[in-house]
């Protein structure tokens, strides 16, 4: 009896530390901090705001924070999360930061070595708003490497994220996928222990966006630059639930989606998914598609095709996704499909039944298109068709008149939006003109259409273009040609219907004030609005921080757009124009040259005084000091980019009124026994005289 009670004794006590050790249920609430591990020996615990702490690996003294603007940081409000044991993810409760409200998931990959977070941010409100996320990360040492992740497929652009290394540990910092247009920026320090990674977030009305990033641990900086570059981006959102990757703004997701349906595709042989519920499996015996379409009739060979989408229920049209990324909409000429099961038996399925077929991967397929750097034309219905770029000028109706517009500089026409009742054209410097167009339909050609016409003889023709009429109705949207990469200080001519011109006025303009007319130059304008006084009264501050209020004589502002392009915009239609770095005067201009020229001077306070008196001018002399860095000499070189660097620091600095003013605890503004004769700063920032 005592063994038997022994033996129980033992039975129980092994029940409890099986049970014990088992992991949380899915969907089971935890108390944080919590612990996941991974294969590589990582503990990645996890704090009261889903933030990393130092876990015995002293990869982070916090790892992983998140600001909204700036300001508001998030906390789990019930310091609790949510466990999937299944997915070894936590899944944070929502917290209300500002215009936006936040949710945090954060999951370990075991075997690849990494943690993903997902930020979620939802805009409940009728307006969009613009979001400034960042990630804060304190290291347990200090920057000793910063090896930079670059997207081989666009290069020249800014990295998606680094691999950094302190004095114990590697960690690879991803923070967007390749081929994305939502980058991340970095900020970090060498031999200092803080990163920041900033993300800029436009989240449209009453909708959620997803910003995904991942850390990625090894033991040196390169180790982890080599794991991601061998690392499938797949694997990171493949667990996501289908709704959530949609919404991912920094990582290519959405082109597995044709609008709430997902592309199917198999592995090794074809799958069809029927209207009842089953699945078969075999190899589709067909050798192309023929679809006839609201712009034309279009063949596709079945070698081209990975999908296809059954649309509606009594007359159902097909969607056909290409291998390349297009997807056509139409009706086939066909009413059943010819199917090879396993087994080696044939069997038609009527096409009716059929909701979705994906056809098999073959040999040297791409796993992402990049279609945000290809020439689109994207349709209401869904359908999405590679364009040539149209050789004749598009004509837009516009307040300002009409305007003719090469394809060359347009980067997309946006035919409806949530925003814009009226479409609006993007031009590749990033400026947006509303208007209308005069064009019923558009005639266009399709990329790479060889596959898109009729077979000649039995076989397809591989030199005839294929061209399409789509009707200005169905469309939702035209892109071009992509943005150009924006200037670090953008000049912006913004008018009251919200179009926003990247400009710089040309040309003078006479203003009538109280007592004058001044003749004002439009590269020497630093900001220009309407006054409160009326609709006519205009308020100019120029290079120097000098305002000037009036009437203009001219009822038009010329202005030069950065892709080449010259408008002439009514004065009533403006709302604003700022530009950070205005052109001084001429006479001031050449007395910069002049001073210039000690900044190599043999002695020390020639120089120093040389460099204060630049100084003293501000931002505008910056385009002056790059001309003059040209034919320089190394002192004087040096001195340049020292006080580069000082006036760009101030740029980042708003004043009143939202205007930049230099920093006056930097001396730069010192009036002391160097000052030059006949020089006096009665204001920081404003010359009276020199």
Excluded at 84 to 112: I, Q, W, Y
Excluded at 599 to 626: H, M, N, T, Y
Aim: charged share 20%; with cysteine.
């Amino acid at each position: 009896m005592k063994g038997n009670t022994l033996l129980l004794l033992r039975f129980a006590l092994l029940a409890c530390a099986i049970f014990s050790a088992k992991p949380a249920r899915a969907g089971q609430p935890v108390s944080l901090p919590y612990i996941l591990h991974d294969d590589f020996g990582s503990t990645w615990d996890v704090q009261y705001d889903g933030s990393i702490g130092d876990g015995g690996n002293d990869l982070y003294d916090g790892g992983g924070r998140i600001f909204i603007n700036n300001a508001a940081q998030y906390v789990s409000p019930n310091q609790q999360a949510v466990f999937d044991a299944a997915h070894n993810e936590l899944t944070f409760p929502p917290m209300p930061m500002g215009p936006v409200t936040v949710s945090r998931r954060v999951a370990c990959f075991k075997t690849l070595g990494c943690i993903r977070f997902i930020e979620t941010l939802e805009n409940t409100g009728p307006s969009p708003v613009h979001i400034q996320l960042r990630a804060y990360f304190n290291l347990g040492g200090t920057v000793q490497q910063a090896i930079p992740l670059l997207d081989e497929k666009r290069p020249g652009r800014q990295p998606v994220g680094y691999a950094f290394g302190d004095q114990n540990n590697g960690v690879a910092m991803i923070g967007a996928g390749r081929g994305s247009k939502v980058l991340p920026r970095f900020q970090y320090q060498q031999n200092n222990d803080n990163i920041d990674c900033f993300y800029e977030i436009d989240v449209p009305a009453r909708s959620t966006v997803a910003v995904v990033h991942c850390q990625l641990r090894r033991k040196v900086p390169p180790s982890a630059a080599e794991a991601w570059k061998s690392l499938s981006e797949r694997e990171l959102l493949k667990d996501l639930p289908k709704d959530l990757r949609k919404r991912i703004v920094n990582f290519p997701g959405g082109d597995a989606f044709i609008g709430d349906i997902e592309i199917l595709r198999g592995d090794v042989l074809d799958v069809l998914e029927l209207r009842g519920g089953d699945a078969y499996r075999g190899m589709v015996k067909i050798d192309a598609f023929r679809l006839q379409t609201i712009y034309g009739p279009i063949t596709l060979p079945a070698d081209n095709v990975i999908c296809l989408i059954n649309v509606g229920t009594y007359r159902p049209t097909q969607l056909l996704v290409t291998a390349d990324g297009d997807v056509f909409g139409g009706r086939l000429d066909i009413t059943s499909l010819k199917l090879q099961l396993t087994s080696g038996q044939y069997t038609n399925i009527p096409l009716s039944q059929i909701t979705r077929l994906g056809f098999h991967r073959r040999p040297g397929e791409v796993e992402e298109w990049n279609l945000d750097t290809k020439s689109l034309a994207l349709l209401r219905t869904g359908e999405r068709l590679r364009i040539n770029i149209p050789p004749a000028e598009l004509n837009l109706a516009t307040p300002s008149g009409l305007i003719r517009l090469n394809p060359a500089i347009i980067s997309s026409v946006v035919f409806a939006s949530d925003e814009n009742v009226v479409p609006q054209v993007h031009l590749v410097d990033g400026s947006k003109l509303s208007g209308l167009l005069s064009l019923p339909a558009f005639d266009l050609a399709l990329a790479k259409s060889a596959y898109s016409q009729p077979p000649v003889n039995g076989s397809l023709s591989a030199s005839v273009e294929q061209r399409v009429r789509i009707p200005s109705a169905s469309l939702l949207r035209m892109n071009f040609v992509p943005e150009q990469e924006p200037d670090a200080l953008p000049s912006t001519l913004t008018l009251t219907n919200q179009d926003v011109l990247y400009s710089q006025l040309t040309g003078s303009l006479a203003l009538e004030t109280r007592f004058d007319t001044l003749h004002i130059e439009g590269s020497q304008i630093k900001q220009l609005r309407h006054t409160s006084a009326g609709a006519l009264d205009i308020q100019i501050t120029l290079w120097d921080d000098s305002t000037l209020s009036g009437k203009l004589v001219e009822t038009h502002l010329t202005c030069l757009l950065r892709c080449g392009v010259t408008l002439r915009i009514p004065i009533a239609l403006v709302e604003e124009y700022h530009q950070p770095l205005p052109q001084p005067s001429p006479k001031i201009i050449q007395r910069i040259h002049q001073v210039a020229r000690d900044l190599d001077a043999d002695e020390f306070r020639q120089r120093e005084w040389a460099q204060e008196q630049i100084l003293s001018i501000g931002p505008s002399v910056l385009s002056i000091l790059k001309q003059i860095q040209k034919t320089a000499p190394p002192e004087a070189v040096r001195r340049i980019e020292v006080i580069t660097l000082k006036l760009t620091r101030e740029l980042e600095k708003p004043g009143p009124n939202g205007m930049t003013r230099p920093d006056e605890d930097e001396g730069i503004f010192d009036n002391g026994p160097n000052q030059m004769p006949g020089m006096i700063l009665q204001n920081p920032g404003v010359i009276i005289d020199w």
